[in-house]
T-cell receptor
C-alpha cells in the first residue's frame, strides 16, 4: 500500500521568501502529481511529473521528481499572497495503476 | 485540460434520505471515473473506481450498498448516498480519466450536508 507523506503540514511564510514542500512516497512509482486547493473548492492541477528527473516550472512554482529517492519537491520562489492555499501531492500505488493516493496536504499561508 | 462537471454543487438533506450526485466529462470520453471524499481539513480519500459498463471497485472500508455508483456511459457517473446520516456530510469530488491522458481531471465537488 502506497503511503504519501508531505512535509511540512503547515507553513507560514513571509512574502518574498523561498521555501520547499517535500513529498515522500513509500513505493516505486512512475508518476507524481501536484495540486492546489483553495478553501471550499476542488483541486486545481499544478504539475504532472512523468519521469525520473522531471522538472517543471510555472510562475513562482517549480516541481521536481526523483523516483529513486521516492521524493518530489514543490519549490516556491519569492512567495506572494495569492499562493496561499493547501497543496497536495499524489501518486499511483504502483506502476500503471490509474488510482491516486493523496498526501496529507500542506497548508501554506503567505503573510504580507 | 479536459472539463469535468458535478451536480449539484451543494445539497442539504434530512437524515435517512438518499442523495444522487452526478459527474460528467464534458469534452472527452472518460473510460474511468473516480469518487473521492474529503472531510474538513483532511486529505482526499478514494472511495471507488468505476469503469463504463462494469461494476465499481470500492476501496477497503467503503460500503458498496451505501454508496451506489453507476457508470452508465462514457461521460456520466453517478454516486448515490443511500439512507444518509450526519456522518456522511462531506465534500464529494469526482474525477475522470481516459487512455488519452496521463492524469485525472477533477470536478468542482459537491458539498453534502445531512441534517
Amino acid at each position: 500500500e502506497l503511503k504519501v507523506e508531505q512535509n511540512p503540514l503547515f507553513l507560514s511564510m513571509q512574502e518574498g521568501k523561498n521555501y520547499t514542500i517535500y513529498c515522500n512516497y513509500s513505493t516505486t512509482s512512475d508518476r507524481l502529481y501536484w495540486y492546489r486547493q483553495d478553501p471550499g473548492k476542488s483541486l486545481e492541477s499544478l504539475f504532472v511529473l512523468l519521469s525520473n528527473g522531471a522538472v517543471k516550472q510555472e510562475g513562482r512554482l517549480m516541481a521536481s521528481l526523483d523516483t529513486k529517492a521516492r521524493l518530489s519537491t514543490l519549490h516556491i520562489t519569492a512567495a506572494v499572497h495569492d499562493l496561499s492555499a493547501t497543496y497536495f501531492c499524489a501518486g499511483p500505488p504502483n506502476f500503471g495503476n490509474e488510482k491516486l493516493t493523496f498526501g496529507t496536504g500542506t497548508r501554506l499561508t503567505i503573510i504580507p | 485540460g479536459a472539463v469535468v462537471s458535478q451536480h449539484p454543487s451543494r445539497v442539504i438533506c434530512k437524515s435517512g434520505t438518499s442523495v444522487k450526485i452526478e459527474c460528467r466529462s464534458l469534452d472527452f470520453q472518460a473510460t474511468t471515473m473516480f469518487w473521492y471524499r474529503q472531510f474538513p481539513k483532511q486529505s482526499l480519500m478514494l472511495m471507488a473506481t468505476s469503469n463504463e459498463g462494469s461494476k465499481a471497485t470500492y476501496e477497503q472500508g467503503v460500503e458498496k450498498d451505501k454508496f451506489l455508483i453507476n457508470h452508465a456511459s462514457l461521460t456520466l457517473s453517478t454516486l448515490t448516498v443511500t439512507s444518509a446520516h450526519p456522518e456522511d456530510s462531506s465534500f464529494y469530488i469526482c474525477s475522470a480519466s481516459s487512455q488519452n491522458y496521463n492524469e485525472q481531471f477533477f470536478g468542482p465537488g459537491t458539498r453534502l450536508t445531512v441534517l
